[in-house]
């Protein structure tokens, strides 16, 4: 539950960043360093290195929210954030898809980012 907590805090801070008109390496690294602090750096996304990305024609387009990918998130983009946490007995977090609109993201989604127990 802790690191579906971090994942929606990401999600939140994803928000903020982009409000800011931050670049891309700033985004990964604002987000990664936030996660450090929680303690689960180390089961971030299974250690790939991307948060998030494009979605357009194909599922995953540019850009790539990773550290090395250079520009910023525009007005009109669509973007698919995946800030998850990969543990021995499973995956938690979630990705929403967010349409980016004067400069702020629009979730794209319409469910609840809250845990659901059957």
């Known amino acids: 539950m802790q690191a579906h907590d971090i994942s929606?805090?990401?999600h939140s801070l994803f928000?903020?960043?982009?409000t800011h008109e931050a670049s891309i390496p700033e985004i990964y690294f604002k987000i990664y360093s936030q996660v450090d602090q929680c303690g689960l750096?180390?089961?971030f996304m299974g250690n790939v290195k991307f948060i998030g990305h494009g979605v357009g024609l194909e599922l995953?387009?540019?850009?790539?929210?990773?550290?090395?990918?250079r520009g910023t998130?525009?007005?009109?983009?669509?973007?698919?954030?995946?800030p998850k946490f990969v543990f021995e007995d499973g995956t938690v977090g979630y990705e929403n898809t967010y349409y980016?609109?004067?400069?702020?993201?629009?979730?794209?989604?319409?469910?609840s980012e809250?845990?659901?127990?059957l």
């Open 8 to 10: 929606g805090e990401c």
């Open 15 to 18: 928000y903020e960043i982009l």
């Open 41 to 43: 750096a180390d089961v």
């Open 60 to 69: 995953d387009e540019y850009p790539i929210l990773a550290e090395k990918f």
């Open 73 to 82: 998130i525009q007005d009109g983009m669509v973007i698919a954030f995946e």
């Open 100 to 111: 980016i609109r004067n400069g702020k993201p629009v979730s794209v989604s319409a469910f």
């Open 114 to 117: 809250s845990i659901n127990f």
